[in-house]
């Protein structure tokens, strides 16, 4: 079964870090880009980013740009979204999705992880 | 950069048809992808590249895109179908989402 399964919820302070993961199984990881997807309480979908595993390309949202980093270990199927100093506005679900070629549909999307922000 | 528009809400009653617009600057040059999102679970993508149903999505989902709108039309509307539904494309290579449109059965 072609699946991408997300990490746990995370409950963190303003100004901590954390790393959520997204791992691909059931096709051929490097053969298709992940993006990051935030949808915040009672909001819609905003991209965020998204990475080729076959040479670690990423692009931005200019929204995002600076404040989260995307990444990825091939060598387990998984793509890593990361914050080096959360915020209470951070406060969201995060999905990750697959899609084959830059134009292309999000075909798979996790499950999400949704990640609480609050002192 | 690249807006997209839609309705808040779009009310049908079961067995009829409703269409859920996207609107943007010259929409039907570009690809348009369709998401439902049902309340605790992940966004399923309903149609891709205009009109294009991915396996497993009925017949009764079906997509066009012309001039400065795409519309994603479910006929024969079932009560299983009330989500929020999101029109999206690539603006080159970045992802933008429509606000979302939420689709009640009366």
């Known amino acids: 079964e072609v699946q991408v399964v997300q990490s746990g919820a995370e409950v963190k302070k303003p100004g901590e870090s954390l790393r959520i993961s997204c791992q691909g199984s059931?096709?051929?990881?490097?053969?298709?880009?992940i993006s990051w997807v935030r949808q915040m309480p009672g909001k819609g979908l905003e991209w965020m980013g998204r990475i080729d595993p076959r040479d670690t390309y990423t692009n931005y949202s200019p929204s995002f740009q600076g404040h989260v980093s995307i990444s990825i270990d091939t060598s387990i199927s998984t793509a890593y979204l990361q914050w080096s100093s959360l915020r209470a506005s951070d406060t969201a679900v995060y999905y990750c999705?697959?899609?084959?070629?830059?134009?292309?549909?999000?075909?798979?999307w996790g499950q999400g992880t949704t990640v609480t922000v609050s002192s | 950069s690249y807006v997209l528009t839609q309705p808040p809400s779009v009310s049908v009653a079961p067995g009829k048809t409703a269409r859920i617009t996207c609107g943007g600057d010259k929409i039907g040059s570009r690809n348009v992808h369709w998401y439902q999102r049902k309340p605790g679970q992940a966004p399923l993508l309903v149609m891709s590249y205009d009109n294009h149903r991915p396996s497993g999505i009925p017949e009764r989902f079906s997509g066009s895109n012309s001039g400065n709108a795409a519309t994603l039309t479910i006929s024969r509307v079932e009560a299983g179908d009330e989500a929020d539904y999101y029109c999206q494309l690539w603006d080159p290579a970045n992802g933008v989402f429509g606000g979302g449109t939420k689709l009640t059965v009366l």
């Open positions: 059931g096709y051929s990881f490097t053969d298709y880009w």
């Open positions: 999705a697959r899609q084959r070629g830059g134009l292309d549909a999000l075909d798979i």
